[in-house]
């Protein structure tokens, strides 16, 4: 059982950044792919980004390339979404999730944190 916690979101600018949060309660990641979502009002949910515990990452939608970064602390208890240049268009529920290296679905989530760039 993996019990996430998310935290850092927030009202930002456009063009400001965030950083979002999703730590591991009581455990570490080892062994499991972390994943950012997100879900805009009337939207689907977005898969983000991922990160895997030897390193691979992925990004999703073209528009978050180059603006969002996925990474983990050292001692692997928390992975992190630096939001950059944030837009509009960003705003949305994010949560993290994990699943188990080599599994499709991610079997466990957050409770999902929210971040506002107002138009």
């Known amino acids: 059982q993996v019990q996430l916690v998310e935290s850092g979101g927030g009202l930002v600018q456009a063009g400001g950044s965030l950083r979002l949060s999703c730590a591991a309660s009581g455990r570490t990641f080892s062994g499991y792919v972390v994943g950012w979502f997100r879900q805009a009002p009337g939207k689907e949910r977005e898969f983000v980004a991922s990160l895997g515990w030897y390193g691979a990452s992925a990004y999703g939608a073209d528009s978050v390339k180059g603006r969002f970064t996925i990474s983990r602390d050292n001692d692997g208890r928390t992975v992190y979404l630096q939001m950059n240049n944030l837009k509009p268009e960003d705003t949305a529920v994010y949560y993290c999730?994990?699943?188990?290296?080599?599994?499709?679905?991610?079997?466990?989530w957050g409770q999902g944190t929210q971040v506002t760039v107002p138009s």
């Open positions: 999730a994990a699943k188990a290296t080599g599994k499709t679905k991610y079997d466990y």
